[in-house]
């Protein structure tokens, strides 16, 4: 059932032993709504806990620096940013069934929660959990402000992509002015790139290929690269907007290889193409402009399909 | 002498025949500035033109779109964005001792209008621009706001550079609402690529040096990769950042071979370093963050004295 800001923020003020989901391969908007929310039910004295099915990556390592060590039975369970159970990942299968409340911004959120508070107008799960926290009365300190500012800014390509609007810009001001750490925010995570990162970038460019007069391209990203450039999963953050960033490409593809031989596939659209429309030829989605999707196809016969599903959207 | 917004708008409102200056090399602030006090004083029904020492780059050649054909005498001169009359460049250079009013936001600005509104801590000269515009009780139109948030999204990074403030989100949250034209504008100013830009950005990477455990990196652009990329000038904006964004670095230096042969010098710093004091080696200045410089020292002498006041800087 879906629901509103208001009987969010109700729902969650009258429960207590709240236990809080971030997706698998977490990014900055899972992981900064759920310690936004840690952080504001511990203002409200509620015994609460984040949990992930994967690592915290490192950049991300500062956001849970407020957090207490707890244990208990979970009376209640919210998960954030998480569009369907499988995102959840295997860790955290057992959860994935008795979810009371999902907040999200995913327009294809399953509703596989209990209630559901979606916008999918909002650039990031943050926006919501900005407004689902103020409705619960809680103030915004500087350590809130700087997971939800952490959302925001990582889900929005730090507003430079097309889901940003004047309500993203507006509590980016109101988050600013309650103390967000942004400068320093800013600089980690869209003004610092490690010296594996620039030789994996330059390696993933060597492998360009473009299609229907350069308004497709696709690049690879394969399991020998990580290694020779030594660069770790945590370094490979916006490499899938790479090709899509190229002057006349309408739809960019990258294509990983993943340890088992598999690959994962991100989508990205300018103005014309549905990312998730084209992801659907291997079963995934996500949102107009940015999708995902996974197969065991060969490489050649993905891309075959990719471009396939990627030139029907072109007409 | 400086003066208040207030009396800004109130010059600007008492003449006519204004003639709007921007400086040489322009960039998205000093356009975008020009270009919105020009449609505002349309608004005011003014005669008013905008000239630039050097021809607009193509990506900003929308700001000129509702540019009217005009040709007088002026009798009030507007710089904006301009530090300095040796700015203006050598085309100008007729203007440059008779400017009655700067609005600008460098620290450094040289105090040479008959009378200046100066304010460095706003990211973008186009905040100043805002403020006097409403200030001049103009409505701010479409147009107008495209042209304030090319100059506020270029000076701040797209909202990422520590320039930023509350301030600069509340003014980009007013003017995408007054119907800024924001998704096409950051889609192509930070989100597109030519394929040379790629190119040569490789190449660039590719003649990185560091000094001082990594705190230092510097890189050159040379007159070959230009040649053998087919880059045109206005495709090289933002690799003078390159070197700073690489972890670790605090100073990162570019050196851009002229036609001359000459270098064009820009630095870029992080926490600790004054990159205004180390271009005043060459006799350059700017920002406490980016500054630049020129020389006609051969390469390696240039390197040599700008690693030197490098590390005075981060002693």
């Given at each position: ?256 290889e993943q340890q088992d031989g598999k690959y994962k596939i991100s989508v990205r659209t300018a103005q014309k193409a549905d990312a998730a429309a084209i992801c659907a030829v291997f079963g995934g989605g996500g949102h107009l402009r940015a999708a995902g999707c996974r197969t065991a196809c060969p490489y050649e016969e993905a891309v075959e399909k990719l471009l396939a599903a990627a030139k029907k959207e072109?007409?």
């Amino acid at each position: 059932m879906r629901i509103t800001i208001q009987q969010a923020a109700q729902r969650l003020l009258s429960q207590d032993r709240i236990l809080i989901l971030s997706h698998k391969s977490p990014d900055g908007d899972t992981l900064g709504s759920a310690y936004a929310l840690l952080y504001a039910l511990y203002a409200q004295n509620k015994t609460a806990q984040v949990i992930c099915g994967d690592p915290i990556p490192p950049q991300f390592a500062y956001l849970s620096d407020g957090e207490k060590n707890v244990s208990f039975e979970p009376s209640f369970i919210v998960a954030v940013d998480v569009a369907s159970r499988e995102l959840l990942g295997k860790a955290l299968s057992d959860y994935a069934l008795r979810v009371d409340l999902c907040i999200d911004h995913h327009r294809m959120n399953e509703g596989y929660a209990k209630e559901t508070l979606v916008d999918d107008q909002a650039a990031a799960a943050c926006e919501l959990l900005y407004a689902v926290i103020r409705e619960m009365d809680v103030p915004i300190t500087g350590r809130i402000a700087s997971c939800l500012y952490t959302g925001i800014a990582t889900d929005s390509g730090c507003f430079k992509y097309p889901n940003t609007t004047a309500r993203t810009h507006q509590i980016a001001a109101d988050l600013i002015e309650a103390g967000a750490d942004y400068v320093r925010i800013n600089r980690e995570l869209f003004d610092t790139k490690s010296r594996a990162r620039i030789e994996i970038e330059k390696q993933v460019l060597d492998t360009l290929s473009f299609a229907e007069n350069g308004r497709i391209a696709w690049a690879c990203i394969t399991q020998e690269m990580l290694h020779n450039t030594g660069a770790q999963e945590s370094e490979l953050e916006g490499l899938a907007a790479l090709p899509r960033m190229i002057e006349g490409v309408e739809v960019g593809i990258t294509l990983r290889e993943q340890q088992d031989g598999k690959y994962k596939i991100s989508v990205r659209t300018a103005q014309k193409a549905d990312a998730a429309a084209i992801c659907a030829v291997f079963g995934g989605g996500g949102h107009l402009r940015a999708a995902g999707c996974r197969t065991a196809c060969p490489y050649e016969e993905a891309v075959e399909k990719l471009l396939a599903a990627a030139k029907k959207e072109l007409e």
